[in-house]
């Protein structure tokens, strides 16, 4: 069975400040990981995914995530904020069978000018 | 791109009527899927289908149903409506690999009145 914690149910940066956003991940299996991101009002959209060619992954808008097997951890992190990346965030794992994920609970990011 | 189309982005509706949401997928994905996200709680699994007239119940399949006719539509039903699904509802859909990111469209905002 897979599972996914994301520790803090609310982050609040400054902008220009780092960004990191935690994710541990539970799987029986060598996992499939995936962070999300969310903007009010809209569905998810892939920010990047990590499918073991490499341990450090590059996403979209300047975020990147490192894979760490003996951690069992995929944190997100950005070097500088921007106001724009005010969103809620998702990390989750693939399961076994037909593509299904499982889900954290999400991360709001707040940032602060 | 990949496109994923939910009909509706917001919905209000009664107690006990029969209520359809409808997605549609243009990428040809064998798997699609439905899930509710409601505060504090992320994305729950209401079901998923692998092919056509193909289902299976995720985490919260009770007081839903779905159907798939086609590879391209996949219907989410909620046979008598009730206060308690009120919430958003995110479709989304994927390659049969599980190293393959799902695609969400932009959700119904769905009320139980």
């Known amino acids: 069975a897979q599972s996914v914690t994301q520790l803090g149910s609310h982050v609040s940066v400054s902008e220009g400040a780092l960004v990191l956003l935690r994710c541990n991940y539970s799987s029986s299996v060598p996992p499939y990981l995936f962070w999300y991101v969310q903007y009010p009002n809209q569905g998810l959209q892939l920010l990047l995914k990590?499918?073991?060619?490499?341990?450090l992954v590059k996403g979209i808008n300047g975020f990147e995530a490192e894979f760490k097997k003996s951690e069992t951890s995929f944190h997100l992190t950005k070097p500088s904020a921007h106001m724009s990346d005010a969103a809620e965030y998702f990390c989750?794992?693939?399961?076994?069978?037909?593509?299904?994920?499982?889900f954290g609970q999400g991360t709001i990011l707040t940032v602060h000018p | 791109d990949v496109k994923v189309t939910q009909s509706s982005r917001y919905l209000v509706k009664r107690t006990g009527e029969k209520v359809f949401l409808e997605c549609v997928q243009d990428m040809d994905h064998e798997n699609m899927f439905w899930y509710r996200q409601d505060p504090g709680l992320g994305l729950r699994l209401i079901y998923f289908?692998?092919?056509?007239?193909?289902?299976e119940k995720g985490d919260i399949p009770e007081g839903y149903s779905v159907s798939r006719e086609k590879k391209e539509r996949f219907s989410l039903i909620l046979e008598s409506a009730s206060t308690n699904q009120t919430s958003m509802y995110l479709c989304?859909?994927?390659?049969?690999?599980?190293?393959?990111?799902?695609?969400f469209g932009d959700g119904t905002r769905l009320s139980i009145l």
């Open positions: 289908s692998y092919d056509v007239k193909m289902k």
């Open positions: 989750a794992v693939s399961g076994t069978s037909y593509g299904k994920l499982t």
């Open positions: 989304a859909s994927s390659l049969t690999s599980n190293n393959q990111p799902q695609h």
């Open positions: 990590y499918t073991s060619a490499a341990t």
